[in-house]
C-alpha cells in the first residue's frame, strides 16, 4: 500500500507542475501585459515610467524566470493581489471555498443516494417496464443543463421559501436556513450526476450478476437476497468510487454555473465577477485552486479504491 | 460532464467471442441493420437529423426574421402568430431557436471536429511509437484532464475573448483529452494484431500500415466517443453562452437565450421554457445515439 500511495504522489507531481505552467500562462500570454491591465486605457504615461512599473512587477524578465518568482511566491501562499480590490487573492477565494465545496458535496450526496438504489432495482428487474423507466429517466437527466433544470425549478417554485435568491446564510450561523438555501442548487447540480451513478450501477451490477461466482452462489441454493446482498453488490459498487473521481470536475465546474444562477457568494461566482472586471490575479487563483482540488480529489479516489479493491495495489 | 461506462453486459458476453480484427468496411452493411433494429440508435438518429434539418433550412421554417423586434408585441404568449412566443425585444422565439441552432451546433460540430482531429491525432501518434513521446503526449493530456471541462473554458474564453473562433478552440481544447484517450488505446490493441505485424513484415510504410491497416480497426470507439462528445460540446457551448462567456448577443444561441430570459422568466415563462428544452432534446438525440452505436459498434466498450 504504501508503495502504490508512493508510486501515486510521483504521477501526480508532473500533473500539479503541468497545471501550474497552463495556469500560469493563461495570464501572460494576454495580449498587453500586467501593467497595461493594471493601468487600463485612463492613465497616460512615458515609456519610461512603464519601464520601471514592469520592473517592479518583474515582468522585464525573461518568462521562465517570472514563471520560477511566480511558483515560488504560489507555493509560499501568496498568490497575488487582486487588481480591484489590492487586497491579497488567495483569503478572499478561501473564505468563499466552503461555500463551493458545501454545493458540490451536496450535490454529491443526492446524486448517489438516488443514483445507486435507483441503479440496483433497475438491475434486479431488468427488463420490465420498471427498468425502461429509469432508462429512460436516466438518459433525460443526463440530457438536462443544469443552469437550466436550476431555472425551471425556481420557475415552479417561486413562491416557496427554499425559491428565495440573494440572501445568503452561513452553514455555522444557522444550518437549517442555509441548507433550505442549498437545497435547489444541490439537486440542479445532483441530477443529471444521479443518472450517472444510476447508469452506471445498473451496468456495473448486472454485469457482476454474470459472473460465475454468483451462479455458483446460486446453485448452492442461497437465498436471491443474499446472493445480491453479500456477493454482487460488494463488487458491483466498489468501481462506483472511480466514477466519483471522474465526475468531480463536473461538480467542480457546474457549481461555478449553479453558484451564479442561485446568487450564491461561492469562489465560482467571485471568478465569474472577477472576469467581468478583468480582475486576473484572481480568475487565475481560482482556476489554479480548482484544479488543485480536482487532482487532490482523484488521488482521494484512487486511494479509497485501493483500500476497497486489494487487486488495485498489486497491480 | 462525462458519462460513465453503460456496457450491455449480457450483449458484450454474447459477442465476446468475436474477433477483435477484421476489415470495418465489410461488416458496414450487416451494422447499419443491426442500428436501424436498435430503438436508441434510431431515436437518436431521428432527432439528430431533425435538427440537421431545421438548422440548414432555418430561413424557410422560421416564421420570422430572429432579428426583427416588434414593439407592439414584447413577451407575447405562445400563439398563432408566434408558435413559442416572443422575447422582451418582440422577437420570434421559435425563429431565434432555428437560427440559434445554426449557432449551437454549429460551434459544437467544429469544436468536436477540432478535438476529434488533434486527440485523435495525438492518440495514434502516442499510441503507435510509445515510448518517450507517448509518455510526453500523454502527460500533458493529463494536465489538460486535471482542469475541470466548464472551468477550462470559462477560463480560456475569459482569456482569449468571447470571438466565435476562440469559443470553438476553447471547447474542442477541452474534450482533446478523451479522444486522445480512446485513440491511443484501440490503437494499443489495434498494433498486436497479426496482420498489421504482417504487413510491417512485408515492409509497409507507417502511413500505410497507419491508413489501411490500424485506423479501420479503432473506428468504432472513436464513433462513439464523438457522437457522446457532441451532447457535452453542447452544453458546454451553452453553459459558456449562458454566463455571457460563448455566442455574443444579438447573435442567438440556445444558452445566451436562456441568459437573456432570466429576468423575465417568472412573467413569460415560455422564454426561458423553449431554448432550455431545444437544449435538452438534442443532448438526448447524441446521448441515445451513443448509447445506440455503442451497443451495435463495441459492446465491449468502455470508457
Known amino acids: 500500500m504504501t508503495g502504490y500511495l508512493a508510486g501515486r504522489l510521483l504521477g501526480l507531481l508532473p500533473v500539479l507542475w503541468g497545471v501550474s505552467i497552463v495556469v500560469f500562462l493563461l495570464v501572460r500570454l494576454l495580449?498587453?501585459?500586467?501593467?497595461?491591465?493594471?493601468?487600463?486605457?485612463?492613465?497616460?504615461?512615458?515609456?519610461?515610467?512603464?519601464?520601471?512599473?514592469?520592473?517592479?512587477?518583474?515582468?522585464?524578465?525573461?518568462?521562465?524566470?517570472?514563471?520560477?518568482?511566480?511558483?515560488?511566491?504560489?507555493?509560499q501562499g501568496d498568490f497575488g493581489v487582486s487588481l480591484r480590490t489590492s487586497r491579497p487573492v488567495l483569503p478572499d477565494i478561501l473564505a468563499r471555498l466552503p461555500i463551493s465545496i458545501e454545493i458540490t458535496v451536496l450535490a454529491l450526496v443526492i446524486?448517489?443516494?438516488?443514483?445507486?438504489?435507483?441503479?440496483?432495482?433497475?438491475?434486479?428487474?431488468?427488463?420490465?417496464?420498471?427498468?425502461?423507466?429509469?432508462?429512460?429517466?436516466?438518459?433525460?437527466?443526463?440530457?438536462?443543463?443544469?443552469f437550466w433544470l436550476a431555472a425551471m425549478l425556481l420557475l415552479l417554485l417561486a413562491n416557496s421559501p427554499i425559491a428565495s435568491i440573494g440572501t445568503y446564510v452561513g452553514l455555522a450561523a444557522n444550518p437549517l436556513a442555509n441548507l433550505t438555501i442549498m437545497a435547489l442548487p444541490a439537486i440542479s447540480l445532483g441530477v443529471s450526476l444521479a443518472a450517472v451513478f444510476m447508469r452506471?450501477?445498473?451496468?456495473?451490477?448486472?454485469?457482476?450478476?454474470?459472473?460465475?461466482?454468483?451462479?455458483?452462489?446460486?446453485a448452492k441454493g442461497l437465498l436471491a437476497r443474499i446472493v445480491v446482498n453479500r456477493h454482487a453488490l460488494r463488487n458491483a459498487l466498489i468501481p462506483v468510487i472511480t466514477v466519483i473521481g471522474y465526475q468531480a470536475g463536473y461538480l467542480l465546474g457546474g457549481t461555478v454555473v449553479i453558484e451564479e444562477v442561485f446568487a450564491?457568494?461561492?469562489m465560482g461566482r467571485l471568478a465569474l465577477n472577477a472576469i467581468g472586471q478583468r480582475d486576473y490575479p484572481v480568475v487565475q487563483g481560482v482556476v489554479l485552486l480548482i484544479a488543485g482540488l480536482f487532482v487532490l480529489t482523484n488521488l482521494a479516489v484512487d486511494v479509497l479504491y485501493a483500500l476497497a479493491d486489494p487487486r488495485v495495489r498489486y497491480r | 460532464m462525462s458519462t460513465a461506462p453503460a456496457p450491455k453486459p449480457a450483449l458484450a458476453a454474447a459477442r465476446r467471442g468475436r474477433a477483435t480484427g477484421g476489415a470495418a468496411t465489410r461488416r458496414r452493411p450487416s451494422r447499419v441493420r443491426a442500428l436501424a433494429r436498435t430503438p436508441t440508435a434510431v431515436a437518436g438518429s431521428l432527432i439528430v437529423a431533425a435538427y440537421l434539418v431545421a438548422a440548414a433550412g432555418a430561413p424557410l421554417f422560421a416564421p420570422a426574421d430572429p432579428a426583427a423586434m416588434a414593439p407592439t408585441a414584447l413577451l407575447a404568449r405562445p400563439g398563432a402568430g408566434h408558435p413559442f412566443g416572443t422575447d422582451q425585444f418582440g422577437r420570434d422565439i421559435l425563429s431565434r431557436l432555428l437560427y440559434g441552432s445554426r449557432v449551437s451546433l454549429g460551434v459544437s460540430f467544429a469544436s468536436v471536429a477540432l478535438a476529434l482531429g488533434a486527440g485523435g491525432t495525438i492518440g495514434v501518434v502516442s499510441g503507435y511509437y510509445g515510448g518517450a513521446l507517448d509518455s510526453v503526449l500523454m502527460r500533458s493530456m493529463d494536465v489538460v484532464f486535471a482542469f475541470p471541462a466548464v472551468l477550462l473554458a470559462i477560463a480560456i474564453m475569459a482569456v482569449a475573448g468571447t470571438t466565435p473562433p476562440v469559443l470553438v478552440a476553447a471547447i474542442g481544447i477541452v474534450y482533446t483529452p478523451q479522444f486522445a484517450r480512446v485513440t491511443r488505446g484501440s490503437v494499443l490493441q489495434a498494433r498486436g494484431i497479426e496482420y498489421v505485424e504482417a504487413a510491417r513484415a512485408q515492409g509497409a510504410g507507417v502511413p500505410r500500415i497507419l491508413l489501411h491497416h490500424i485506423v479501420p480497426n479503432i473506428l468504432a470507439p472513436i464513433i462513439v466517443q464523438t457522437s457522446l462528445s457532441l451532447s457535452f460540446a453542447i452544453l458546454t457551448e451553452s453553459a459558456l453562452s449562458f454566463l455571457g462567456l460563448g455566442t455574443q448577443p444579438p447573435t442567438p444561441s440556445w444558452g445566451n437565450m436562456l441568459a437573456e430570459a432570466r429576468r423575465f422568466m417568472t412573467?413569460?415563462?415560455?422564454?426561458?421554457?423553449?431554448?432550455?428544452?431545444?437544449?435538452?432534446?438534442?443532448?438526448?438525440?447524441?446521448?441515445?445515439?451513443?448509447?445506440?452505436?455503442?451497443?451495435?459498434?463495441?459492446?465491449?466498450?468502455?470508457?
Do not use: H
Open chain 1, 31 to 75: 495580449p498587453g501585459d500586467a501593467v497595461q491591465m493594471f493601468l487600463g486605457t485612463q492613465v497616460a504615461m512615458t515609456p519610461a515610467q512603464m519601464a520601471e512599473l514592469r520592473r517592479l512587477f518583474g515582468i522585464d524578465k525573461p518568462l521562465p524566470l517570472q514563471y520560477v518568482d511566480w511558483i515560488g511566491r504560489v507555493l
Open chain 1, 264 to 266: 450564491l457568494p461561492g
Open chain 2, 267 to 303: 412573467m413569460a415563462p415560455w422564454t426561458a421554457v423553449f431554448p432550455g428544452a431545444a437544449i435538452s432534446l438534442i443532448v438526448l438525440g447524441f446521448n441515445l445515439l451513443g448509447d445506440g452505436l455503442r451497443d451495435v459498434l463495441d459492446p465491449r466498450l468502455r470508457l
Open chain 1, 111 to 146: 446524486a448517489l443516494g438516488l443514483g445507486i438504489p435507483i441503479g440496483i432495482v433497475a438491475a434486479l428487474r431488468r427488463g420490465t417496464a420498471a427498468d425502461t423507466l429509469v432508462t429512460v429517466g436516466g438518459l433525460l437527466g443526463l440530457s438536462i443543463p443544469n
Open chain 1, 200 to 218: 452506471f450501477v445498473r451496468s456495473s451490477l448486472l454485469e457482476v450478476l454474470g459472473e460465475d461466482y454468483v451462479r455458483t452462489a446460486r
